[in-house]
């Protein structure tokens, strides 16, 4: 190729990882950390809020899936925003949100304001990780895209077992308010970091048509000397006319229709699971005859477990067929689902299952979002990651909503568990069937 020509699609491809991308993974690592920690709290702080308030665990029912409704709307909405006005700004803006949001339910005295500021929370917390997740993306070379994604999401589970650890030592010395505050602090310190080094990306800059030398010195500050005043800029990834392009719908067009759907509906199924667990398995843990600090031990076995899970999957979609490792994640996740069910009397064994099912469930929900950056192009990617979020996140309201339910019915903790291991078959079946459908489409027999 000319050297006069940059390609910004096929640019970082066969070049090691630099020091920017290495930047934009450890502030993404440390975004989803702290989201991993506000998104996790309440099913910590529920045993002690309802002590303290003297509610039923029915009553908590709205406030669980206050912040998970928010974080369907955020998501919803930053993806077009992102697209529209860089993905660097929204994502600074939304972990703001977060810090100040999260900091206000501290002083709350009352149960409906306190759903209202976890709504508010959740907003913003919807809006930093389909972002960041697109970011990451938009800088990785394509060998790695999936391991760079799925590494990030380390820490989302990192942030849920932190939030586990921390939050015990909180309440017992102060107060459930303490977890909020420190859920609100750190956030807020962290939104200088990004303003200082959290960068654009070239791709998204070069579709916008900044000016020529924002793109040279983006380009150089990604590879230093790679662009010089005389550089041509295109990008050689999939073209898309204007029509297309056009706010949501474009998601549904014919090229995009199976991809979309199949992601939509697997990421559905993941988030009623992970979210049912994450709200609710410390209380189904207790009322199963559990001490509080094994309760709380088994969320945290089931984040470290998922953070070990995020890593490692990537490295496995990177190797082998993406659809092919999320499907079977997904269908270790019915697996273990079902162990549990039928061991859920020794706390031991429970505890290495809940480890297990952590692991191939946080890969399967990472791999997904992984699926999503890759199927979509640049002038849609935001809003296609963002998407797959907020669908989603439609299945974690309900997964949250109807723990409130499910846990009145007086059902076993073996009978919850088996009917969790339904939503991920269901996943692991869609993904496999996006699977199939584009190898028939791909194989030679079919260009025939």
């Known amino acids: 190729m000319n050297n006069n020509v940059l390609d910004v699609h096929t640019f970082l491809d066969n070049r090691p990882i630099g020091r920017q991308q290495k930047t934009v993974i450890i502030l993404g690592l440390l975004i989803l950390m702290l989201d991993g920690f506000d998104t996790m709290m309440m099913g910590f702080i529920a045993p002690a809020l309802l002590?303290?308030?003297?509610?039923?665990?029915?009553?908590?029912?709205?406030?669980?899936?206050?912040?998970?409704?928010?974080?369907?709307i955020g998501s919803l909405l930053a993806g077009p925003l992102a697209d529209r006005f860089g993905r660097r700004w929204v994502i600074i803006a939304a972990v703001c949100a977060v810090g100040v949001f999260c900091l206000t339910c501290a002083f709350m005295n009352g149960l409906h304001t306190l759903t209202a500021a976890r709504f508010l929370t959740g907003v913003g917390?919807?809006?930093t990780m389909?972002?960041?997740?697109?970011?990451?993306?938009?800088?990785?070379?394509?060998r790695r895209r999936s391991l760079l994604v799925t590494s990030a999401w380390c820490g989302f589970g990192m942030g849920g077992a932190l939030c586990g650890l921390v939050s015990e030592h909180l309440i017992q010395l102060y107060s459930w308010r303490a977890v909020f505050v420190t859920g609100?602090?750190?956030?807020?310190?962290?939104?200088?970091?990004?303003?200082?080094?959290?960068?654009?990306?070239?791709?998204?800059?070069?579709?916008?048509?900044?000016?020529?030398?924002?793109?040279?010195?983006a380009a150089n500050e990604l590879m230093p000397g790679s662009a010089s005043s005389s550089t041509k800029f295109l990008n050689s990834e999939?073209?898309?006319?204007?029509?297309?392009?056009?706010?949501?719908?474009?998601?549904?067009?014919?090229?995009?229709?199976?991809?979309?759907?199949?992601?939509?509906?697997?990421?559905?199924?993941?988030?009623f699971h992970l979210y049912f667990l994450s709200n609710w398995l410390p209380l189904t843990a207790s009322a199963a005859?559990?001490?509080?600090?094994?309760?709380?031990?088994?969320?945290?076995?089931?984040?470290?477990?998922?953070?070990?899970?995020?890593f490692t999957v990537g490295l496995k979609m990177d190797r082998f067929q993406p659809d092919r490792i999320v499907s079977i994640m997904f269908a270790g996740c019915a697996a273990f689902t079902l162990l549990i069910a039928l061991f859920s009397s020794s706390f031991a064994l429970v505890g290495t299952l809940v480890f297990c099912l952590g692991y191939v469930l946080m890969s399967a929900n990472a791999g997904c979002f992984a699926l999503g950056a890759a199927h979509y192009p640049t002038p849609i990617r935001a809003t296609g990651v963002s998407?797959?979020?907020?669908?989603?996140?439609?299945?974690?309201?309900?997964?949250?909503?109807?723990?409130?339910?499910?846990?009145?019915?007086?059902?076993?903790?073996?009978?919850?568990?088996?009917?969790?291991?339904?939503?991920?078959?269901?996943?692991?079946?869609?993904?496999?069937?996006?699977?199939?459908?584009?190898?028939?489409t791909l194989s030679p027999a079919a260009d025939q």
Request: with cysteine; charged share 10%; net charge positive.
């Open 51 to 72: 002590q303290d308030w003297g509610i039923s665990r029915g009553d908590l029912g709205p406030l669980m899936m206050s912040g998970i409704v928010g974080l369907s």
């Open 125 to 127: 917390l919807g809006a």
């Open 289 to 310: 005859g559990m001490s509080y600090s094994q309760a709380v031990t088994l969320g945290i076995i089931l984040q470290v477990g998922g953070a070990i899970g995020n």
């Open 238 to 271: 999939q073209v898309v006319t204007e029509e297309t392009i056009r706010g949501p719908v474009a998601l549904l067009n014919r090229d995009y229709r199976l991809g979309t759907l199949t992601i939509w509906l697997a990421m559905f199924m993941g988030f």
């Open 184 to 217: 609100g602090v750190l956030p807020l310190l962290l939104v200088l970091a990004l303003i200082i080094w959290l960068p654009e990306s070239l791709r998204f800059r070069l579709q916008r048509q900044q000016s020529h030398e924002r793109l040279v010195a």
């Open 130 to 142: 389909p972002n960041i997740t697109t970011l990451l993306a938009e800088c990785a070379p394509l």
């Open 387 to 440: 998407w797959v979020f907020g669908i989603g996140r439609v299945g974690a309201i309900l997964g949250a909503g109807s723990g409130a339910i499910i846990t009145t019915w007086g059902l076993t903790i073996s009978d919850i568990f088996i009917l969790l291991a339904i939503p991920v078959m269901i996943a692991a079946t869609a993904i496999y069937f996006k699977m199939r459908v584009f190898t028939k």
